[in-house]
């Protein structure tokens, strides 16, 4: 076996699975702790839709982060993980009312909350537990993001948020109620954004706004600046760790808080992508007009995103050492989109081979589904596949 993968131990599990590094996983996020320790005033929170394997969750849990969950159902994960309740925030455009009424009941540190008549519920279910919910507003920006059109989120024409002209008059309702208080004010501009310019673009666009607040004389207690930050997809092991010096290092620079005000990250896949490989074994070496197939037993099934959005994962043999031909590496799925990779070098491949497809611990295995009546794949760790 080559590379960061256990020597032992992988051979004779049932493929696809998922294997996370753990040790890879623990180093991200000593390196993210050591820049947040220098402001005590910067909070993350784990961004639980990029995976939500409980053992991926403890560990993270374990390194202090706070939870971000977008349905009830990550709240419940989060909170079997051992998150405290205290450190979750629970944003989404559609919440349910029996998910509204989990988070009251859990006491959780904040509802973004992402229309008026979502603000008008929370009120009302509040009332109904006789607690105050604590609230944050998720703001529309308009700050484009320089990524995929499908991770975008901050624009005015995506579904997200309230739009910033209507921010004065939602700020004016919420003290109108009595059932919520808002605590903060929320962004979040997209995903896999590389390019620090962007974020700088939302400290602009907050500090912005912040002045405008200071002028009608109301006062944010904190920031939510979501999460973003991209990882290096084609370099996996020469950039095992995004660059949380820069990142954070950006809000350091150009974002203006007030005297107090807390920042709050929700950081999911610079955590977790680099940690996480999908293995799979090669089923057959079909020899096209023009090209060879490498046909692998992982389908769309396990990993959606090259086919959702034409994401690109470094891929390579474990098994071989021969030299290097090309293939295009598909799946089984019977639906034209379910290619891993096309044109891609790899060393000569034989029915039986074991393929790392990399960086995908990330909205890897937490978006497999069941389609074509397949199994979910399982996920396994350094801890119990012994290490390299
Ligand atoms: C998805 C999401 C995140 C995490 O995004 P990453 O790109 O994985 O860091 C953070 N906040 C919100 C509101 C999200 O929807």
């Given at each position: 076996m080559k590379g960061i993968f256990p020597t032992e131990g992988f051979q004779y599990i049932k493929t696809p699975f998922y294997y996370y590094d753990t040790q890879l996983l623990?180093?991200?996020?000593?390196?993210?702790?050591?820049?947040?320790?220098?402001?005590?005033?910067?909070?993350?929170?784990?961004?639980?839709?990029?995976?939500?394997?409980?053992?991926?969750?403890?560990?993270?849990?374990?390194?202090?982060?706070?939870?971000?969950?977008?349905?009830?159902?990550?709240?419940?994960a989060a909170i079997n993980a051992g998150f405290p309740a205290s450190g979750i925030v629970f944003a989404g455009v559609g919440k349910s009312d029996w998910e509204i009424e989990l988070g009251l009941k859990k006491d959780i540190f904040c509802f973004n909350v992402e229309s008026e008549a979502e603000l008008d519920v929370i009120n009302q279910l509040a009332a109904r537990q006789g607690k105050i919910a604590r609230i944050a507003f998720r703001i529309n920006p308009d700050v484009g993001a320089h990524t995929h059109a499908g991770i975008t989120t901050g624009l005015a024409e995506n579904k997200f948020g309230i739009a910033m002209e209507n921010m004065e008059h939602v700020l004016r309702k919420a003290r109108a109620?009595?059932?919520?208080?808002?605590?903060?004010?929320?962004?979040?501009?997209?995903?896999?954004?590389?390019?620090?310019?962007?974020?700088?673009?939302l400290c602009n666009r907050i500090n912005e706004l912040q002045d405008k607040l200071v002028r009608l004389h109301i006062r944010i207690e904190n920031i939510n600046v979501g999460g973003g930050l991209g990882v290096d997809y084609q370099h996996p092991d020469r950039v095992p760790i995004p660059d949380f010096k820069n990142y954070f290092g950006t809000y350091t620079k150009y974002l203006k808080l007030l005297p107090g005000q807390k920042l709050h990250f929700e950081l999911g896949r610079a955590v977790v992508a680099q940690c996480g490989s999908l293995i799979t074994r090669v089923l057959y070496i079909k020899q096209g007009l023009a090209k060879q197939f490498a046909i692998v037993d992982a389908g769309m099934t396990d990993l959606i995103r090259p086919a959702l959005y034409q994401a690109c994962h470094k891929i390579e043999n474990i098994t071989s050492e021969l030299p290097l031909e090309t293939y295009d590496i598909v799946g089984?799925?019977?639906?034209?989109?379910?290619?891993?990779?096309?044109?891609?070098?790899?060393?000569?491949?034989?029915?039986?081979?074991?393929?790392?497809?990399?960086?995908?611990?990330?909205?890897?295995?937490?978006?497999?589904?069941?389609y074509n009546c397949r199994e979910l794949p399982k996920g396994y760790t350094t801890e119990e596949l012994g290490s390299k």
């Open positions: 623990r180093h991200t996020l000593r390196e993210l702790k050591q820049e947040t320790q220098k402001h005590p005033n910067y909070i993350v929170h784990y961004a639980v839709k990029a995976n939500a394997n409980p053992k991926v969750l403890q560990i993270i849990r374990e390194a202090g982060l706070g939870a971000d969950c977008v349905s009830g159902g990550e709240i419940e109620l009595p059932n919520v208080a808002c605590t903060g004010l929320h962004f979040h501009i997209g995903s896999q954004i590389l390019d620090m310019g962007d974020f700088e673009a089984p799925i019977c639906e034209s989109s379910d290619v891993f990779a096309k044109h891609t070098d790899l060393n000569k491949t034989q029915r039986g081979d074991l393929l790392a497809i990399r960086s995908a611990g990330a909205y890897g295995e937490i978006m497999a589904s069941h």
